[in-house]
């Protein structure tokens, strides 16, 4: 396998978070078929904390896992989720930590492009319901600050344009959608997230002139360019929790390398994250939820030391014993940082990953499982 391939199968890896990336008719918004609860009753709110909400994926069959992030041995089955074999669903936790929405491939399917369906499961009551269908797998939903709205891509083939990409807003309880961004032909499109108020949306929309990032705002449908935030490929963007400004990684230079950057919503000013810090690359950044919010920033430095997930001011908060991490989130009080540890030198060289608790300590407690694992959210709901 050459390095190059090595690098893409990385980075396809980590588009998977995205936030780390869904719409459609919905021919029953009440319906749970296909999807069965593995156990039944109600759940109340965890006594015991912040857990650590993870799928686990074996073949044609996926696991809602709540871990408890301090013990990883502490870990409940909360729901087995049905799918076509070896796609894994697509999940992201409410704000309240109460719901997880997900995107998920029905059994006998073929497209994940097409023919995906998003599906609500409240952690209490454990019933999943099914909001919408026709929808591309391979964005997570993205909610709104409320937990009322969830926004998905849907992917249509075969018209005049060949292929036309929505991003749309899908109401959590009463199922009904609205395109919020729309392109055809060579465009493509990639939610970034909503302003705390959740009055506007934020997205990313690619084309031959480079990557721009948007905002509509939602009560009036009224567009606006923000920034043109890269020549290539730009991923892993996350609005800031007090929505002053979003932070990426942007694909640079020839051989093409990430580097973060951030950009101000207002202004549109982009500038480059850690100016100061001597690395080669960038794997990954997420907001460290404190006041006011801190960009985090996973790197790797070949040939001189592990890598580290360092701070926007320099600081290094988590180092790696051999290879790198790519954050993926922090837990609400900002006290635990998921990340997704690698044991090679590069993404051209990632080697075997590990997902990883590293707590304010700097103790690192490995998650593992009896299967492929995949981040999901926090939350203090769910037994």
């Known amino acids: 396998m050459t390095a190059t391939t090595r690098r893409l199968l990385l980075l396809l890896a980590l588009a998977c978070l995205l936030a780390a990336t869904l719409v459609g008719g919905c021919k029953d918004a009440s319906s749970s078929r296909g999807v069965s609860a593995s156990l039944t009753g109600t759940s109340p709110r965890q006594p015991g904390g912040m857990r650590l909400l993870v799928t686990e994926m074996h073949g044609a069959f996926s696991v809602l896992l709540s871990v408890a992030p301090d013990r990883p041995d502490d870990r409940r089955t909360l729901l087995r989720i049905d799918h076509a074999p070896n796609y894994a669903p697509r999940a992201s936790t409410s704000p309240a930590g109460e719901a997880v929405a997900y995107t998920v491939l029905p059994s006998g399917a073929r497209s994940p492009d097409t023919e995906a369906v998003l599906w609500l499961v409240d952690l209490q009551e454990r019933t999943p319901r099914r909001l919408a269908e026709r929808l591309d797998l391979r964005i997570a939903p993205v909610w709104s600050p409320d937990g009322a709205r969830v926004v998905i891509q849907r992917l249509t083939y075969g018209g005049p344009n060949g292929v036309e990409i929505a991003l749309a807003e899908v109401?959590?309880?009463?199922?009904?959608?609205?395109?919020?961004?729309?392109?055809?032909?060579?465009?493509?499109?990639?939610?970034?997230?909503?302003?705390?108020?959740?009055?506007?949306?934020?997205?990313?929309?690619?084309?031959?002139?480079?990557?721009f990032l948007h905002s509509v705002e939602l009560r009036s449908r009224a567009g606006r360019q923000i920034a043109r935030v890269g020549d290539g490929a730009v991923r892993d963007i996350h609005v800031a929790p007090d929505g002053s400004s979003a932070v990426m990684l942007a694909l640079e230079g020839?051989?093409?390398?990430?580097?973060?950057?951030?950009?101000?919503?207002?202004?549109?000013?982009?500038?480059?994250?850690?100016?100061?810090?001597?690395?080669?690359?960038?794997?990954?950044?997420?907001?460290?939820?404190?006041?006011?919010?801190?960009?985090?920033?996973?790197?790797?430095?070949?040939?001189?030391?592990?890598?580290?997930?360092?701070?926007?001011?320099?600081?290094?908060?988590?180092?790696?014993?051999?290879?790198?991490?790519?954050?993926?989130?922090?837990?609400?009080?900002?006290?635990?940082?998921?990340?997704?540890?690698?044991?090679?030198?590069?993404?051209?060289?990632?080697?075997?990953?590990?997902?990883?608790?590293?707590?304010?300590?700097?103790?690192?407690?490995?998650?593992?499982?009896?299967?492929?694992?995949?981040?999901?959210?926090?939350?203090?709901?769910?037994?």
């Not at 055809?184 to 949306?201: I, K, M, N, Q």
């Open 171 to 211: 109401d959590v309880r009463s199922a009904v959608s609205t395109d919020l961004a729309r392109v055809t032909g060579p465009e493509r499109l990639f939610p970034a997230g909503y302003a705390p108020d959740g009055s506007r949306f934020y997205y990313l929309r690619y084309s031959k002139g480079g990557a």
């Open 254 to 383: 020839m051989p093409g390398t990430y580097h973060a950057v951030g950009v101000d919503l207002q202004s549109g000013d982009v500038t480059p994250l850690l100016p100061a810090v001597s690395r080669t690359e960038d794997v990954g950044v997420a907001w460290k939820p404190v006041s006011p919010p801190v960009a985090a920033v996973g790197v790797v430095d070949l040939g001189t030391s592990p890598g580290a997930v360092v701070l926007a001011d320099g600081t290094r908060v988590a180092r790696a014993g051999a290879g790198f991490d790519v954050p993926v989130s922090w837990s609400p009080d900002g006290r635990m940082l998921y990340v997704r540890a690698f044991r090679g030198p590069s993404a051209d060289d990632p080697g075997p990953e590990q997902p990883v608790v590293i707590d304010a300590e700097g103790v690192r407690r490995p998650i593992t499982g009896a299967a492929p694992l995949e981040f999901v959210g926090w939350s203090d709901h769910g037994s």
